[in-house]
């Protein structure tokens, strides 16, 4: 097998006593699309910060294209292209001249800036807005702008913070587009989100961080095979019964879960679950069956907690 583009052994990230992350091992190949999923404070953003070099390692060792960050960042930097989560352009300048900007930083000369600017813009779908100035560009179109023009060097990695993010459906659709056809030209993507269907379409493999830990590692698919049942049934009761009416589900589900507005049962077989539950004469106000999914994954390794 070829060597990681990056690789992780023991990665310790430390503020003062604080650890935001905490001795981790992962590996990410050339081609694939890797996330990092975890609730805030989970050290995401600071793994990511590592990987960028814009922020020391505290302990463990670190390669990012077999280079070291604390020695080479400037020649890892020069291959990366970073998509940062609030999108930072300058917004009195036209679509154009902010991709042209960014390629005088990576010291491209001016012929194939423009022939890459030419490219980029069809890629994200703006090239009838080249000459607009980026102020008044939706969300969307702004959020496209900052990925074309985290491209412009032709990055051998691309790093996406939460790339979709405040976006309305159609728009992060058609973000989505636009990574899976830069996955399918060669592009390596990193990419953190809080949007679970965003990371079974995206990556080919991810990790789920929580209080600097990696706690799981592997496909969307492995995850959800390793850790839900085949279906889920969430019930709804009226007002003031889901205490009461939890003792009466015990052994109907392979796991259950009581919440405050509902019960949800994890099984096998939803078909099944019905039924025993019409034979207890158990008889929700609502009942939802829907297949495992990444989510369910998630808020059983990281449970419902609020974090800010």
């Known amino acids: 097998m070829s060597e990681p583009l990056v690789q992780a052994i023991g990665l310790t990230k430390k503020f003062g006593d604080f650890v935001a992350v905490d001795s981790v091992d992962f590996d990410i190949a050339k081609g694939e699309a890797f996330g990092f999923l ?3 404070g989970a ?3 600071s793994t990511m910060k590592m990987i960028t070099t814009v922020s020391p ?10 280079l070291d960050p604390t020695t080479e960042g400037r020649a890892i930097r020069q291959r990366l292209g970073v998509v940062p989560q609030e999108d930072n352009l300058d917004l009195e300048l036209t679509v154009a001249e902010n991709l042209y900007i960014y390629g005088r930083y990576h010291d491209m000369d001016r012929r194939a800036i423009l022939a890459r600017i030419e490219e980029l813009l069809e890629f994200a779908q703006l090239s009838d807005r080249a000459k607009s100035r980026v102020e008044p560009l939706s969300g969307g179109m702004k959020r496209r702008l900052t990925i074309a023009r985290a491209l412009i060097n032709d990055p051998e990695l691309v790093i996406l913070d939460e790339p979709t993010t405040g976006l309305d459906p159609q728009a992060r659709h058609v973000l989505w587009d636009r990574l899976y056809r830069l996955k399918q030209q060669g592009a390596t993507l990193i990419i953190t989100t809080h949007y679970m269907d965003e990371a079974e379409q995206l990556c080919d493999r991810l990790v789920v961080m929580d209080t600097g830990k990696i706690v799981a590692e592997g496909s969307p698919r492995q995850l959800i095979a ?8 969430e019930l709804r009761f009226a007002e003031g019964m889901v ?23 994890y099984t096998d077989d939803a078909e099944a679950t019905q039924h025993e539950l019409t034979s207890r ?4 106000e609502q009942v939802l069956v829907r297949r ?3 989510e369910d994954v ?8 609020l974090i800010d």
């Open 243 to 265: 205490d009461e009416m939890a003792p009466k589900l015990e052994g109907v589900a392979n796991r259950s879960e009581i919440l405050a507005d509902r019960i949800i049962l």
């Open 43 to 45: 050290g995401k953003t």
């Open 226 to 233: 390793q850790y839900a049942p085949r279906e889920v049934v």
């Open 281 to 284: 004469e158990i008889h929700p």
């Open 298 to 305: 998630f808020l059983k390794l990281t449970g419902r907690r």
């Open 38 to 40: 975890g609730p805030n």
């Open 292 to 294: 495992s999914t990444l």
């Open 57 to 66: 390692i505290t302990e463990g060792t670190l390669t990012v294209f077999g």
